[in-house]
């Protein structure tokens, strides 16, 4: 029988081998005879110019540096939406509930290369980042290996570089500095990504994030296809945490109860999930059973993303909502021997899924998945003991690990308090944030309420502001954006819906105020942007953040509630390139993207205010402020309420971090 976490002591965390009876409780005593590592299956080739998808290179490569991804415990993410959140998540609990020092590794980058390689949260220091960058150079040029012309340069892709660059960073630390547990994100894909190099001793836990269609130029539009190369980072005989797969445009599957102490074959899981979720987990199912991995089945309670359960971290118009709701624990579920469940994978007799700790969340579908998956993943390396280590004492290489999580996870008021600090200290840039961005402008600043915030007193370097009746320029404007990276149609849906939520009227309103939301958007080529477009504008202002995008007209929607008219002013705009460490991506034309707007239909297109290009970011923010300022002047000031959004890409809101620290540097 699982040992639950409540019934752990209150005390110091004791030493390995006063704890090492309890371990064995904890993990069970009991588990199904584990698959054989499988055999390596042929590389897949893509016939791509700039992106080059194998491992050859990259293993040769760390092979040269002394295999460095080798000396840490790894936590490997992969996924389409959500693998950012979910790594920050894991980061802050990591260090903040359980005192454990970290390293994680994310991309794209948002302000330079070396914000992909952090410890503790904070970027590595330029001089380790430069002196690995030495290292990596020199092996990759085969500069240290004597071997011949021919040999010398394994020619690596500049992501293999920044790879191993991170790798070796991580492994020059001196011991007192050094991460205990490594964090890593994949880039593209799974199966013949750059990250997935570790040895399966290693892997703590395989994380697949939700699963969607993305970079179908590389990665195909077959669903399970996608899933099952994503599933491909999962080694043999190791621990697999699935998210929540449920999407947000299925509220069938959302309101509908998961069994998680089982995972049936497609068919089966159709009706609890939906098509799209059960097509995901049948083919990760599939890549465990033949690597013979253990699977948990993540869960996300959306019904707590319901506006009648949400309360607001701001007043006004504009709110900030917050979702309150309880973890639920799901068991670790092993391929069932039983002849009438074949395929199944099913959890031990007497391990049922078990409440974890209450929390509060930005209510933001990446938050809420990032933060569940996180603390279910570490509850789920906590429970885990391998094949390897069954009936021998001590022979679990992260024994000691798993035990400092397990009591980190107890169920008692001093450490969910701990857990909840942990989730309020993530701030993950680019998902839902909301930054205030000074943009010089001949502008009055007009109220917070109207999506800019006033000047009261100096301004950043001593200015004082100006009146607007004095003939001088008005002080820069401090504008409020909500910036998000949103980059395919299912997280364009997501911040839709997340903006319903910050614009839709509390019951009590009468929710006739005019608003204005004014969209900076830019694409990368090849991005579905007529699709992205169509989420992005569609306002719903349902009920139910988990309803699908409403087609009902304005009237129709006023007949459940009164809402706002929603007015929407677009700007299309590029990203800067080239992007450092990343040639091959381009930024759409921003005229190109205007000719998609044609695209929309009538209640989209009636819905449009103005619709503009720009060359330069500030160009476009200058002009957002400027719409705050002739909305509030249009009719009365309390009426108006302003929006601003920057999405589309995350190199557009790279380019905008970059902005504002320019803005503020002395």
Known sequence: MTIRLSCLPSLPLPSRSSLHLFWHGFVSSASPKMASHPKMVPQETVNNKRIDLSLDRIRTLLQRLGAPQDKFPIVHIAGTNGKGSTSAYIDSLLQHTIGIRTGRFNSPHLREERDCCRVNGQVITKG?????????????????????????????????????????????????????????????GGRLDATNVFSPRNVLASVICPVDRDHEALLGSDLAGIASHKAGIIPGGGLCVIADQRRADDPQSINTEVDLACLRAAQGEQTPTGSHAATILNAIRQAAIERGARLVKGYV?????????????????????????????????????????????????????????????????????????????????????????????????????????????????????????????????????????????????????????ESEGPVPGGAAADHPETSRPSPPACIKILVDGAHNSASALALRQYIDLCISPPSSSSGDRPITVTWLMAFSKGKDISGMLHALLSSSLSSSLDESITKLSINEATNQRPQPLVRNRVGFLPFSTPVEGMPWVQSARPDECLAQLDSLDATLASSLADAKTFERLEDALQWAAQGAKDMSLEGKEEEAVHLIVLCGSLYLVGDLYRFQERRIEP
């Not at 990596?136 to 012309?149: C, I, K, N, R």
């Not at 092993?334 to 209510?363: E, M, N, Q, W």
């Open 301 to 453: 309670p959306w019904g707590a993303l319901s506006p009648t359960q949400l309360n607001s971290s701001s007043s006004g118009p504009i709110r900030q909502p917050t979702a309150a709701l309880r973890i639920r624990y799901a068991p670790t579920l092993f391929p069932s021997v039983l002849p009438t469940k074949p395929g199944h994978y099913v959890a031990r007799a007497g391990d049922p899924p078990v409440s974890g700790p209450a929390i509060r969340l930005p209510a933001t579908r990446a938050a809420m998945t990032g933060a569940c998956t996180a603390l279910q993943t570490l509850f789920s390396i906590a429970r885990d003991e391998p094949p390897s280590a069954f009936g021998a004492a001590g022979s679990d290489a992260h024994e000691e690990l798993k035990l400092q999580i397990a009591f980190a996870l107890r169920e008692e008021s001093e450490r969910e308090q701990r857990i909840q600090q942990a989730l309020d200290t993530v701030r993950w840039e680019g998902r839902c944030a909301w930054l205030d961005v000074r943009v010089p402008h001949d502008v009055s600043v007009v109220s917070p309420e109207e999506g800019m915030i």
């Open 128 to 188: 380790v980042w430069a002196q690995a960058g030495e290292q990596v150079a020199a092996a990759d040029a085969g500069l240290t290996e004597g071997l011949t012309e021919e040999q010398l340069s394994l020619h690596s892709t500049p992501f293999e570089l920044l790879v191993a660059r991170a790798f070796v960073s991580y492994a020059l630390l001196p011991q007192a500095e050094a991460p205990a547990v490594l964090i890593v994100e994949v880039g593209l």
